[in-house]
């Protein structure tokens, strides 16, 4: 009798046989995954369909009630803006921390077991999310604008420069930023949105309340007060001070809690 014997790893690939990837699935296609996830449940298609929606009422709002110095075009892409700072950190809440409310965690992390891999997908879907959203929401203004001095029988203005732009757009990228942390960190839907909100608004109330009583806080408080620095980058002009306020903030706010986040979350056991 003779022995069958397998054929050497070269010929197999030469007879067409496919190699599984050494870094396992790519990138792009778990983007693309972590995409359709995105929009995959009812909540986030209602949150994202709610930007445009929104963007309309207030530009229609605006034509019809608002002054003149409403319908400039920075004043209406600023406060189209605005909902962004609510509906995507939801949506990032959604996004991260229902992979572990459902219980879908185990089956995604069997299929990708580099749990990394799969939060850095989720991270850099988000930011296109709200990239596109941006741009929706700046094409909107621009066409209430128009639509606006159309019926009001006045001309254009146009505003807004791309600095304030960019500024803007980083402003709501780290908010995202602020429900992409408290999911990761908290890894529960309803917790980590009331963490998310509460770090976005109540906060801010109290830090205005203490900056009222507290000297020494209305003046070094910007240095901590993560929504406080933010709130430079939507004015005219950003100092080299102000700079440095916010990526102290961020540091302090952000990046310290994802690191402590991702680190547990690495460790966790799935269920």
Same mark, same amino acid.
């Given at each position: 009798?003779? =022995? ?18 050494? $870094? ?11 995409? %359709? ?12 369909? =709610? ?21 400039? @075009? =920075?004043?209406?892409?600023?406060? $189209? ?26 089956? #995604? @992390? ?56 960019? %500024? ?11 429900? @992409?942390? =408290? ?5 529960? #839907? ?10 976005? @608004? ?70």
């Amino acid at each position: 009798m003779t =022995a069958l014997t397998a054929p050497p790893a070269d010929a197999a690939g030469r007879s067409g046989a496919r190699a599984v990837p050494r $870094n396992g699935i790519p990138l792009t296609r778990l983007v693309e995954v972590e995409l %359709r996830k995105l929009v995959d449940t009812r909540a986030s298609r209602w949150l994202l369909a =709610a930007v445009p929606l929104l963007t309309l009422v207030v530009a229609a709002g605006v034509t019809i009630w608002g002054s003149d110095a409403e319908t400039a @075009f =920075a004043a209406l892409a600023t406060t $189209n803006l605005m909902p962004l700072e609510l509906l995507l950190p939801l949506v990032a809440v959604l996004t991260v921390a229902g992979e572990w409310s459902q219980r879908s965690a185990l089956t #995604t @992390f069997a299929l990708v077991p580099r749990r990394g891999r799969v939060v850095g997908a989720q991270a850099v879907a988000l930011v296109l999310v709200t990239l596109a959203a941006a741009a929706a929401v700046v094409v909107l203004s621009a066409v209430g604008t128009v639509v606006a001095a159309q019926v009001r029988g006045i001309d254009a203005v146009w505003d807004l420069g791309a600095g304030l732009a960019l %500024r803007s757009v980083l402003a709501y990228l780290a908010a995202v930023a602020v429900g @992409f942390v =408290a999911a990761v960190a908290i890894r529960s #839907t309803a917790p980590a949105m009331v963490a998310g909100l509460g770090f976005l @608004f109540v906060v801010p109330m109290i830090s205005s309340v203490a900056a009222g009583l507290w000297s020494w806080w209305a003046e070094h408080g910007a240095w901590f007060d993560l929504s406080w620095s933010l709130a430079f980058l939507t004015g005219p002009q950003v100092t080299g001070t102000q700079w440095a306020q916010v990526g102290t903030s961020v540091l302090l706010w952000l990046a310290l809690p994802l690191a402590l986040g991702l680190r547990r979350l690495l460790r966790v056991e799935v269920r």
